[in-house]
């Protein structure tokens, strides 16, 4: 099968055509073999699906290189991707960015997070930005190790580092909560909002009205995690998972290899990211998590409530712990209100597409955010806002 004639628009300057990879790739990124292997995999791709089927890709890095790369216009028309909720600042409680917030009001404290942190709204309308801007000493981190020297530095101030993120991010904070134990600082907390990925795939895969037929999952998480965790799930769910990675040629092998085996009938876990993810994963980094760490339920903005959905701190780390959802001025957090005409939750729950919000692009910009999936760089509400979807 040639492109050229098979994709719809497929001349020369037409929307959604076999140039779309190329021109969103930039000149030079990619060279003529791996474009050779793109165009042999889509070929393949095409002559494979024989029928409608509907894919998850977990995390929000794959949504952002399939539209920055054009992927999604040279599927075939009866492959549909539906955007998962892998974007942790988007999937983070509201009320923990509330008690960050708190925090960073409070002359005494120092409060560390990452940068995209600092832009997601809470129920008020206040982010981390705008406490800045009012006196609240907020700062970006690199790395959460950063948080060590400022600790060392401001011995007489609380130093609050609000640790988001997967598998991926969490080894880090670990290492953190367990540098900080050895030297003794006892000015250094964890306000800790780390989600794991497999328990939210079990809950959604277990709902009813839940229409992916196969999940592409998150190669850096398998890479600390391994693949272990979703055996199950696919046998339970009957549904193919695929450990993917994030370039071109990576996407599109984990996405052949999905509808392969829904076209064959199969349902189970198939690693198409073997040059970086093992099934074991990382051991080092999953014995720090093991130490530090456990498992807890936990609020995921948009989905509710997922059993062990979420990372605590175990003894004796747990005496880092920020608890509990104290305002600064002693009254409880109150709840988050939703944003006016936002449908950020149904966007994370794969219900929706972003450009069916009627506040995207207009009310809604990555200038004024009015959800989460359009304050981070990786939210698909931002990813579609990009690369005009």
């Known amino acids: 099968m ?36 793109v165009h042999a995999l889509l070929d393949e791709l095409h002559a494979s699906c024989s029928r409608p089927w509907t894919l998850m890709e977990v995390c929000g890095g794959q949504t952002h290189a399939i539209l920055r790369h054009g992927l999604d216009q040279l599927l075939p028309p009866q492959l549909s991707l539906i955007h998962g909720p892998g974007c942790p600042v988007c999937v983070t409680d509201a009320a923990r960015i ?16 990452f ?12 982010d981390l930005l705008e406490q800045r ?6 700062r970006v981190v690199y790395s959460p190790l950063d948080v060590l020297a400022i600790a060392r530095r401001h011995p007489e101030r609380r130093v609050v580092f609000f640790a988001v993120g997967f598998e ?5 904070t670990a290492l953190l909560a367990e540098r900080a134990l050895a030297e003794g600082l006892t000015n250094v907390e964890l306000l800790v909002a780390h989600v794991r990925v497999p328990p939210v795939l079990e809950v959604m895969l277990a709902d009813p009205a839940c229409r992916v037929q196969a999940i592409l999952a998150a190669g850096h998480v398998c890479t600390v995690m391994g693949d ?8 339970r769910h009957r549904r193919p998972i695929v450990v993917t ?20 009938g199969e349902h189970r876990v198939e690693n198409a990211y073997r040059q970086a993810a093992r099934p074991e994963g990382n051991a080092g980094a999953r014995a720090l998590l093991q130490r530090v760490f456990r498992p807890v339920d936990q609020e995921w903005r948009g989905l509710g409530m997922i059993p062990a959905g979420g990372l605590e701190l175990r003894p004796p780390y747990d005496a880092l712990a920020i608890r509990g959802e104290i305002a600064a001025n002693g009254a409880e957090v109150p709840p988050p209100a939703p944003a006016p005409a936002c449908i950020s939750g149904l966007v994370l729950q794969g ?11 207009t009310a809604c910009t990555p200038e004024r955010p009015l959800g989460a999936p359009m304050v981070s760089g990786e939210g698909a509400c931002a990813a579609y806002y990009r690369y005009h979807r």
């Open 98 to 113: 509330e008690q960050a917030l708190a925090l960073a009001a409070q002359p005494e404290v120092i409060l560390c997070s």
């Open 228 to 235: 272990g965790e979703y055996g199950g799930i696919a046998a």
């Open 351 to 361: 219900l929706k597409k972003p450009h069916q919000c009627p506040s995207f692009g």
């Open 168 to 172: 991926t991010t969490a080894p880090a």
């Open 133 to 138: 801007a009012r006196g609240g000493d907020v």
């Open 245 to 264: 990675g994030f370039e071109p040629e990576e996407l599109l092998r984990g996405i052949l290899a999905a509808v392969r085996q829904l076209e064959r």
């Open 115 to 126: 940068g995209d942190m600092l832009r997601v709204p809470g129920s008020s309308g206040t």
């Open 2 to 37: 040639e492109l050229s004639r098979e994709l719809p628009g497929a001349q020369t300057g037409g929307d959604g055509n076999a140039n779309a990879y190329a021109n969103a790739s930039g000149s030079g990124s990619t060279n003529a073999s791996s474009m050779g292997r």
